[in-house]
């Protein structure tokens, strides 16, 4: 069936240093959001991309949708500790336009 | 002004009972979601309801069964608990299903700790 990977799973960074998590999808993608969790807390939208391409930006996050669709990124420009959280993204199920599916996330910690 | 709230935020309980986790929405959103998230984070979708009318229903076992009395209500009922189904379960709403495979964005609940013994 159709997988939504995020690499990589975990990621323990310096403060003030960069960080970028991936998500892969076996399939052409209609759409891609992403959405972060704070450790303890529920999952909080941040963005969606639909361009083949697309490049927005959120402050210090930017956020890329692949030309062929199938891959985008979010890249995070010196890391603040109220970035720690887990970072997913999330598209439709090929099969079936009304399921979304998530990927497996990115955890990300900082170091002070 | 909580936009998606559920209670109880935690639920420990034994084996073989049957529990219910209640969720409230008042945006006004049309589309209600169930999702369990296991101990690694996984995030994956139990259920989907449009306008009270189940949209999808992954295959989850028949124990869990949800009910929509109205468009801003979606319960989650589950019988006979195992130890399995400990996890944490969250609701969520978005505006409406989304268009040609466009999702709307989806608004978590709090979430809910369920811990079978």
């Known amino acids: 069936g159709q997988q939504v990977m995020q690499i990589p799973q975990y990621q323990h960074v310096q403060e003030g240093e960069d960080f970028t998590t991936y998500c892969n999808s076996s399939?052409?993608?209609?759409?891609i959001q992403w959405y972060k969790q704070r450790p303890g807390g529920h999952p909080v939208f941040l963005i969606q991309?639909?361009?083949?391409?697309e490049v927005k930006k959120q402050k210090r996050l930017t956020f890329q949708f692949g030309e062929a669709k199938k891959n985008s990124s979010l890249h995070i420009t010196a890391t603040q500790t109220t970035d720690v959280g887990t970072y997913f993204c999330a598209g439709p199920e090929y099969s079936s336009a009304s399921k979304i599916i998530f990927g497996s996330g990115t955890r990300l910690s900082i170091r002070p | 002004d909580t936009a998606v709230s559920q209670t109880p935020k935690y639920l420990v309980t034994q084996m073989g009972n049957d529990k219910s986790i209640k969720c409230e929405q008042n945006?006004?959103?049309?589309?209600m979601y169930w999702y369990k998230q296991d101990s690694k984070k996984f995030l994956k979708i139990m259920f989907s309801?449009?306008?009270?009318?189940?949209?999808i229903n992954e295959t989850v076992p028949n124990r869990f069964s949800p009910k929509s009395p109205d468009k801003a209500h979606l319960n989650l009922h589950i019988n006979s608990l195992e130890l399995g189904d400990s996890a944490v379960y969250f609701c969520?709403?978005?505006?409406?299903?989304?268009?040609?495979?466009?999702?709307?964005?989806?608004?978590f609940g709090p979430g809910t700790r369920l811990t079978v013994l």
């Open positions: 991309l639909v361009k083949s391409g």
């Open positions: 969520a709403s978005s505006q409406d299903l989304g268009r040609q495979g466009i999702f709307d964005e989806q608004f």
């Open positions: 945006l006004g959103h049309d589309t």
């Open positions: 309801y449009n306008n009270k009318e189940l949209i």
């Open positions: 399939t052409t993608l209609s759409n």
